[in-house]
């Protein structure tokens, strides 16, 4: 089926909560750090799944979320958040992008929810017709709290939905997946288990070659789990093996294409480039393969070459790049 990736904005973070995890960087560093920001985007995915219709994966952030200090008046976000920590232009709206594949919101027939956090389920409220997919763990977890502090579930963000489809993993196993769970019926939409970014963070395997991995991977390059590590707060232990059992996929599957949804990087740029008709061309396929040829080895570990670093802005502003 076609499958397009939609930005829905971007979101500043400092380069250390995405990369920072096996340098001792730490959850106080990583909130109290402004020298080290970089600008990642935010994806959701449009599915043309052939008898369901338009399905959604992830929602991005809303125009409301641009405006933090309004938007999480009230609760101690409103402390904790850059204000500006989200930049979504007119034209990158979620509902803007659905316009340009000729769909509204109300055609969508379907929401499938990585996990919980804003940037992921910021424009939930659109789709109040829809059943809503997410792991099983994850809804139990919508009221716990992050870092003691606000809902893993921002009650705004999830106001209209109530058709709730809690995702348990019971199908059979899949690569290095215990259990799966066989969205339509078809096996064309199949959600694995991928825990420790959030309680119950879930990546998509799409067609049984596209594997949508939300935040279980900010990037391509957090495959490597040994040499590149977002910061983790509580699960890093369940991250890790998260990562271990995408691994084991890819090699079960070995025209797996990974598609994490802050990819910064050539790869993530080139993926999503390519896949704005909906379809990867052959070359674009080849590319991706050569590029992780030359990035990991056999034992996914990173080629020292393709480390991360920060790259301060030239010109002395807030905000660098990665390498
Ligand atoms: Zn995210």
Do not use: C
């Amino acid at each position: 089926m076609k499958i397009h990736p939609l930005r829905v904005g971007r979101t500043k973070v400092p380069f250390g909560q995405f990369y920072g995890g096996l340098a001792g960087a730490d959850f106080d560093e990583f909130v109290t750090d402004k020298d080290h920001f970089i600008w990642v985007p935010i994806h959701a995915y449009l599915l043309e799944h052939p008898t369901v219709g338009p399905v959604l994966v992830d929602t991005g952030i809303s125009p409301e979320q641009t405006e933090h200090v309004e938007y999480y008046r009230g609760s101690i976000m409103e402390h904790v958040m850059d204000v500006d920590e989200y930049d979504l232009p007119a034209d990158e709206t979620l509902t803007a992008q659905l316009v340009r594949l000729g769909h509204k919101p109300q055609d969508v027939r379907a929401v499938i929810i990585t996990h919980f956090h804003e940037d992921h389920v910021g424009g939930l409220n659109l789709f109040g017709h829809a059943p809503v997919y997410l792991g099983a763990g994850e809804y139990a977890a919508r009221e716990e709290k992050v870092f003691g502090l606000v809902p893993l579930a921002y009650p705004p963000s999830i106001a209209a939905i109530t058709d709730w489809r809690p995702i348990e993993f019971t199908g059979p196993a899949v690569g290095g997946f215990g259990g799966s769970a066989d969205l339509f019926g078809d096996g064309s939409v199949i959600a694995l288990p991928t825990p420790g970014h959030s309680p119950g963070s879930t990546s998509v395997l799409v067609d049984h070659r596209f594997l949508l991995t939300g935040d279980a991977l900010y990037t391509i390059r957090h495959l490597a789990v040994d040499d590149v590590r977002a910061i983790q707060v509580g699960k890093e232990e369940q991250y890790i093996d998260s990562i271990r059992r995408i691994q084991w996929l890819r090699r079960a599957i070995p025209d797996l294409l990974i598609v994490p949804a802050h990819d910064d990087t050539e790869y993530g740029v080139r993926l999503t480039a390519g896949l704005v008709a909906g379809e990867l061309s052959e070359e674009d396929l080849r590319w991706a393969k050569d590029w992780e040829r030359e990035t990991f080895d056999e034992a996914i570990r990173l080629n020292p070459a393709r480390l991360p670093h920060f790259i301060p802005d030239p010109d002395g502003g807030p905000v660098g790049r990665v390498s």
